[in-house]
């Protein structure tokens, strides 16, 4: 009987991603932020509908879909993007990392928070929701040179993340020295690019070549899940994993014509799952306990969102018109950053519960009224350029 029911509840879900889809069309709101409420409603924080059996698959749903956006966003680092968009990509994802963590590690030192907490706080804040990046650009329908610059920011803005917090970790224990984080910081994210080097080399000259210019459905989807696994295996990030792979296809796959259409194709019913478990998941009663400080958090998040999105503009020369869209184009905030935090709180149990409670309350936020706003931003920097040749 529960396999029944769990039947049932995946195919309801799927025609729900099918409504929503159509919704967003009709009302210009991001699909994925009316999939987030649905799962918040029918998930433990409202209803209480979804079975166990299916909350229990989130963990290996969510690995599948954030690794096949990995490959879709390092197939946006080609070499014709870089070339014409190099300079600002790079710009502005060290300046939004940078400001991110020194905003928010100084704001919260002047309002009274401990300073090694401060600095935790300000490393998990530089992580983005490249899922939710991702399907917003695909919703807008825009690709012009905001959404290639944009796909490229989001791209490797986790990876700066990721080595920031490593380094904020051994400054604020220095229990285990600088070798500590470079050995963890080498393996993790050097791990990584070493597994997308092997992955994505024989995937570029492999696939494609039954059914020419194209991979097959099966083939992309092999090559997915073998990252994915291998990456799991190995203890290493399957999202630099799956970037490094998917940036390697793009740019040494010349017989291919269109890399990552089936990527694409399969992708959505997997992000249906991914969206709706990952609102089921929240803990609304987190705002309780979110407090002063995880209001200024929220706060000097957006402040410092939109201050390092302008200033890398600035540096990497972008125009006037469209620098002040990417900040608010980069609120989005999920995964990645709680996964930062259940490291903290292992490393810090002191400050655990405030590093858990705060996180996760501002993760609500940001899932919330991030995706609408990068859609609006998206639009609105869309309006002063033309489409790009896809």
């Not at 070798?179 to 393996?187: C, E, F, I, K, P």
């Amino acid at each position: 009987m529960e396999q029944a029911i769990i039947f049932v509840v995946l195919g309801l879900l799927f025609l729900a991603g099918v409504v929503a889809d159509q919704v967003g069309r009709m009302t210009q709101l991001p699909r994925i932020t009316m999939l987030l409420l649905l799962g918040v409603m029918i998930g433990n924080a409202g209803f209480g509908l979804l079975p166990s059996g299916l909350t229990d698959w989130f963990d290996a749903i969510s690995i599948v879909a954030l690794t096949m956006v990995a490959f879709l966003l390092g197939g946006s680092l080609t070499r014709q993007n870089l070339t014409l968009h190099g300079r600002a990509i790079l710009a502005m994802s060290i300046s939004i990392v940078v400001s991110t963590l020194l905003v928010i590690s100084v704001g919260l030192i002047l309002a009274g928070v401990p300073v090694g907490l401060a600095m935790i706080l300000g490393a998990i804040a530089t992580a983005t929701a490249p899922a939710a990046m991702i399907d917003v650009i695909r919703q807008s329908g825009a690709n012009n040179a905001f959404t290639d610059t944009l796909k490229g920011i989001v791209a490797i803005d986790d990876v700066w993340g990721l080595a920031v917090f490593s380094v904020i970790l051994v400054l604020v224990g220095q229990a285990d020295g600088w070798a500590g984080v470079l050995t963890g910081a080498l393996h993790d994210l050097g791990g990584g690019i070493v597994l997308g080097i092997v992955v994505g080399v024989p995937a570029a000259n492999l696939t494609g070549r039954l059914k020419p210019g194209e991979p097959l459905q099966a083939e992309a989807i092999g090559i997915i899940f073998l990252t994915a696994g291998i990456a799991l295996w190995f203890e290493v990030s399957f999202l630099v994993a799956g970037m490094t792979a998917g940036a390697i296809v793009a740019n040494l796959a010349r017989h291919h014509d269109r890399a990552f259409h089936e990527i694409e194709n399969v992708q959505w019913p997997f992000m249906i799952l991914f969206f709706i478990l990952a609102g089921a998941s929240l803990e609304l009663d987190a705002f309780l306990m979110l407090g002063w400080s995880g209001v200024l958090y929220v706060i000097l998040r957006i402040g410092s969102r939109l201050a390092g999105g302008y200033i890398g503009a600035r540096i990497g020369r972008v125009p006037d018109t469209e620098a002040k869209w990417y900040g608010p184009a980069l609120l989005p905030q999920a995964g990645v950053a709680v996964g930062m935090a259940l490291v903290a709180g292992e490393r810090f149990p002191q400050w655990a519960p405030t590093i858990m409670a705060l996180t996760i309350a501002a993760t609500v936020v940001f899932e919330i009224i991030g995706p609408p706003i990068t859609l609006a931003a998206i639009r609105r920097a869309g309006a002063l350029h033309p489409q790009s040749e896809p």
